[in-house]
């Protein structure tokens, strides 16, 4: 029965990422905790998710924002990551949670509310210095819960207004970041038998949520694509905020 729930948990999500580009993990870790322990849902979930993410660049190989990634977000994220990974290794991020859901509901509501103002008023990049730092705490987000750093997908969103090369520019950072995860997990011992049993599972669902979700992405107009991804991240806060009442 876990692992069934477990299964339409992961679909739901894998479907989520595949047509807006995020989402996936901080849904599955928000939903799946509540079945199994972060140690083991993590390590089984994360190899599959790059799976998705190789799909994603496989289809549109040339929906990358190359400059951005490597220039802007990379550097960032990556010393935020170092740190998360970090508190990881240290048992003591599960107080950060809840301040996070709350600066995820806060973006996001925001952002809803500029776009009811004017269709427009999302897409234009956001200042230097607060991109790098949002992108900083979204990097640690991402070392402590492997939740897709909510903030990452904010600054990213502001910067590619084009909806193909947003979900390609972050399944290349997710192919990137998650590689970084699955080693940290190794080193720490945290796969195991039951772990690659739950992954195996999940490739069917996997294989039915990319085809899928990747269909609908070609169909989705800018317009609702971008009220979507707020929409989503409002989603993403309140499930991070759910999940924080577990937390140690």
Not at 66 to 89: E, N, T, Y
Not at 212 to 231: S, T, W
Request: charged content about 10%.
């Amino acid at each position: 029965m876990i692992v069934l729930l477990l299964l339409l948990i992961a679909l739901g999500a894998m479907l989520t990422e595949a047509i807006v580009g995020f989402g996936s993990t901080v849904l599955t870790v928000a939903l799946g905790a509540h079945l199994l322990p972060l140690d083991v849902l993590l390590p089984a979930y994360i190899p599959v998710n790059m799976l998705l993410s190789a799909f994603l660049l496989w289809r549109q190989p040339g929906a990358i924002d190359r400059d951005l990634l490597l220039r802007h977000i990379l550097p960032a994220v990556g010393i935020g990551m170092a740190l998360g990974l970090l508190i990881f290794r240290q048992g003591v991020g599960g107080g950060l949670l809840p301040w996070l859901a709350a600066f995820v509901i806060a973006l996001a509501v925001i952002e809803l509310s500029r776009l009811a103002r004017s269709r427009h008023a999302s897409g234009t990049p956001i200042g230097k210095w607060q991109g790098s730092l949002l992108l900083l705490c979204g990097g640690i987000a991402h070392g402590l819960f492997g939740s897709g750093g909510p903030m990452i997908v904010y600054v990213t969103s502001r910067d590619v207004p084009d909806k193909s090369r947003f979900r390609g520019t972050l399944a290349a950072l997710w192919l990137i970041l998650n590689g970084v995860l699955i080693g940290n997990y190794a080193v720490l011992g945290l796969f195991s038998k039951q772990s690659a049993t739950i992954s195996l599972a999940m490739l069917p669902v996997l294989v039915l949520a990319a085809l899928l979700g990747d269909r609908i992405h070609g169909k989705v107009a800018p317009g609702p694509f971008r009220v979507g991804v707020y929409v989503l991240l409002l989603l993403s806060g309140v499930a991070l905020a759910a999940r924080s009442l577990g937390a140690p």
